[in-house]
Structures are given as structure tokens and as C-alpha cells.
């Protein structure tokens, strides 16, 4: 993987976190999808971690 692709995988995966987060926040707690944005912003941050790292 060359640099511009590694950085615009970086740059989408940072986007996604942050939809995701906002989505977080807006759902009440008693909404069973809140488990599944919490999930996909932990793979989310996972995959960040990786490509920073």
C-alpha cells in the first residue's frame, strides 16, 4: 500500500469514527442499535490504531 492510499484510508476511517460518535450520542440508551455503533467505532479506532501505528 502506497502512502496517498494509506493516508486517504486514514483520513475516510477518522470521517466514519465521527459519524459514528454523532450517531452515538443521538440514539437513546434504550435503542438496541446503540451496541452496534458502539461496536463499529471500536473497529473503527481498531483499524485507526493499525494504520497510524
Request: no cysteine; aromatic share 6%; proline share 2%.
Amino acid at each position: 500500500m502506497n502512502e496517498i492510499e494509506r493516508e486517504t484510508l486514514i483520513r475516510l476511517a477518522k470521517k466514519a469514527l465521527k459519524e459514528l460518535e454523532e450517531a452515538y450520542l443521538r440514539i437513546p440508551d434504550t435503542d438496541n442499535g446503540k451496541a452496534y455503533l458502539f461496536r463499529g467505532k471500536e473497529r473503527i479506532r481498531l483499524m485507526l490504531k493499525i494504520l497510524e501505528g
